[in-house]
């Protein structure tokens, strides 16, 4: 009975100092765990990464944007600036086309850059595009990875699929087009310098010729 007893002790004494030695591995073990963890998704909603993420649609009656998030504390919150991100994405994509369209309207109008500012336009068209345009992307669909911080605490990253009809959006930017030819024809109009007043009218045939042309392609 007491050599039993001092067995029992001898492995009690020998695990219970291999359990603090070990401990300290254990923590740093624990710890690169969550560090990992926080890298990569626990969980995704849907459990597929959807096609569309990596490859964005194009069709010819829609304009397609994914929108994307960084991580937030809720899926309501990422979503939300997924939806943000793709709207701001609308709006740069057309500040984009009237850049280069400004470019090449000194070349072929021969148009003076008092007359027309490709920067201002551009920046214009963007406020134009956010106010009248930007609320009739929706979102078709979301894709949602979740995290654990290191902390265990969540946090998601939200995609999200959004698409305007073409014909919505090439109205809009006829109306546009048509505003500012209208306006520089007005402006030449009334114009006393003779040059000035050929510069407007050049800028008004732009604006409803070249202009109007590639931004409803």
Not at 6 to 11: D, E, S, T
């Amino acid at each position: 009975m007491k050599k039993l007893l001092f067995v029992l002790a001898a492995v009690t004494a020998v695990s219970v100092i291999t359990g603090c030695e070990s401990s300290p591995d254990t923590q740093a073990d624990r710890a690169r765990e969550r560090a990992l963890n926080a890298l990569k998704p626990y969980k995704t909603e849907p459990a597929q990464r959807p096609s569309w993420i990596d490859n964005v649609p194009h069709t010819k009656t829609e304009l397609v944007f994914v929108g994307l998030s960084t991580k937030w504390a809720t899926e309501a919150e990422a979503k939300d600036k997924a939806q943000e991100n793709g709207r701001n994405q609308l709006v740069k994509y057309y500040g984009t086309l009237i850049t280069a369209q400004g470019r090449t309207a000194k070349a072929t109008y021969g148009i003076s850059s008092d007359v027309f500012a490709p920067q201002q336009v551009s920046q214009e068209l963007e406020e134009y595009v956010a106010k009248s345009l930007s609320k009739k992307l929706a979102a078709y669909s979301f894709y949602v990875e979740s995290y654990l911080t290191k902390d265990m605490e969540e946090s998601h990253i939200a995609y999200a699929l959004m698409k305007i009809d073409k014909s919505d959006a090439n109205k809009a930017m006829e109306e546009y087009c048509d505003d500012k030819a209208d306006d520089a024809r007005k402006k030449a109009a009334a114009e006393k310098d003779a040059e000035r007043k050929k510069q407007l009218e050049k800028a008004a045939d732009f604006f409803g010729g070249q202009l109007k042309s590639s931004l409803t392609e």
